[in-house]
């Protein structure tokens, strides 16, 4: 069998058992649509968090100057680099405070039972795995923290202003959820702000006690030392000289208590600025963006595999035997004895 007999017979073939194909394609198509019908439909909502603090982060001049991408984009949210907001959103510290919070507008449950509970109506064929009641409350912190961490995502773009995404296949669920997070975020974010300027203020505030203390036990040297000189002759070295040294240390000591006390009241100011406003500039409200898994496509796409595997089916009888008939010539071919060619002596020299 040649290729042009192959190809008659295959068409052949087709036109005579179409309708297995079509059987095969329909079959095919039918799996698919039941699968993209069994995938859950997710929610995700957005949400852009901005901080309303009056650092040269959020002046008008580079504020414009991100949006026209004129400049780079600070990555550390508020200028700070010691707190960076999206590993403090994405810790299992905030996904931890968050799963224990109740809402009320839901049967006063915690976010933890609430998303274990939405995971298990979800169960079965290509949707989610089955998760057993766990037995205390901490074991569902630990799972909702789990089921949080691959739902939840925090980035900073490049005007500097953080969103926040989340996704759920319960959209009330996920209007609260997100609203949590922005709140419990804003929490820890002010709470570390804060208790960082109010150890530089009590740093700042023992610093000029203690210099403070200095000084005053050197004003008591001085008065000691002056009484007990009262009737000597200052012109002397050995009543002079312990005079002079202590008025330097005196001054030296002044001058560093004096640059302690402005570091205190600059550690005071800062303290009371520090209490960053972060206000959501996008709310997560609906609509939400639907990610479906699309059954035109996937019928599509069951179709054309369908397809391909019918032909396959019935064709294989034609195409195993002609790759039968070339193995079988190959070895024929291979199989024949190898035909000396007689070369003619040429005449002995006379």
């Known amino acids: 069998m040649n290729s042009i007999e192959l190809i008659k017979e295959l068409l052949h073939r087709l036109r005579k058992y179409s309708w297995i194909v079509a059987i095969v394609a329909l079959a095919f198509g039918g799996f698919f649509y039941y699968m993209a019908k069994q995938s859950v439909v997710q929610f995700t909502s957005k949400a852009t968090v901005f901080p309303l603090n009056g650092t040269a982060e959020s002046s008008p001049g580079s504020t414009i100057t991100s949006l026209l991408g004129l400049g780079d984009a600070t990555k550390s949210f508020t200028g700070d680099?010691?707190?960076?907001?999206?590993?403090?959103?994405?810790?299992?510290?905030?996904?931890?405070?968050?799963?224990?919070?109740?809402?009320?507008?839901?049967?006063?449950?915690?976010?933890?039972?609430?998303?274990?509970?939405?995971?298990n109506r979800h169960t079965g064929f290509m949707q989610n795995?089955?998760?057993?009641?766990?037995?205390?409350?901490?074991?569902?912190?630990?799972?909702?923290?789990?089921?949080?961490?691959?739902?939840?995502?925090?980035?900073?773009?490049?005007?500097?202003?953080?969103?926040?995404?989340?996704?759920?296949?319960?959209?009330?669920?996920?209007?609260e959820v997100s609203y949590i997070y922005i709140d419990k975020l804003s929490e820890f974010y002010i709470d570390l702000k804060k208790k960082k300027a109010q150890i530089d203020y009590e740093f700042a505030v023992k610093k000029a006690?203690?210099?403070?203390?200095?000084?005053?036990?050197?004003?008591?040297?001085?008065?000691?030392?002056?009484?007990?000189?009262?009737?000597?002759?200052?012109?002397?070295?050995?009543?002079?000289?312990?005079?002079?040294?202590?008025?330097?240390?005196?001054?030296?000591?002044?001058?560093?208590?004096?640059y302690a006390v402005?570091?205190?009241?600059?550690?005071?100011?800062?303290?009371?600025?520090?209490?960053?406003?972060?206000e959501p500039l996008d709310k997560p409200e609906p609509p939400f963006d639907i990610v479906q898994k699309s059954k035109m496509i996937y019928v599509i796409i069951g179709l054309i595999l369908g397809s391909f595997i019918g032909i396959l089916i019935i064709s294989w009888k034609i195409i195993n035997r002609y790759l039968g008939d070339e193995l079988n010539k190959a070895i024929e071919k291979?199989?024949?004895?190898?035909?000396?060619?007689?070369?003619p002596q040429s005449e002995p020299l006379k």
């Open 81 to 119: 680099a010691s707190i960076n907001i999206v590993e403090l959103a994405q810790s299992r510290r905030t996904r931890e405070a968050v799963a224990m919070v109740r809402i009320p507008s839901m049967q006063n449950k915690t976010v933890s039972e609430l998303i274990i509970d939405e995971n």
């Open 209 to 258: 006690d203690s210099l403070l203390t200095i000084l005053n036990e050197l004003d008591k040297r001085a008065v000691a030392l002056d009484e007990s000189t009262f009737f000597t002759n200052d012109g002397l070295k050995r009543y002079n000289l312990p005079k002079i040294n202590l008025a330097q240390d005196k001054s030296t000591v002044q001058a560093q208590y004096y």
């Open 262 to 278: 402005n570091n205190r009241e600059s550690a005071a100011y800062r303290l009371q600025k520090e209490t960053p406003i972060i």
């Open 334 to 343: 291979a199989s024949k004895p190898k035909e000396h060619l007689l070369v």
């Open 129 to 175: 795995v089955k998760i057993d009641e766990a037995r205390d409350s901490l074991a569902k912190i630990n799972i909702a923290s789990n089921l949080l961490r691959t739902s939840f995502v925090a980035k900073i773009n490049k005007n500097g202003i953080l969103e926040l995404y989340l996704t759920n296949s319960n959209p009330n669920l996920v209007r």
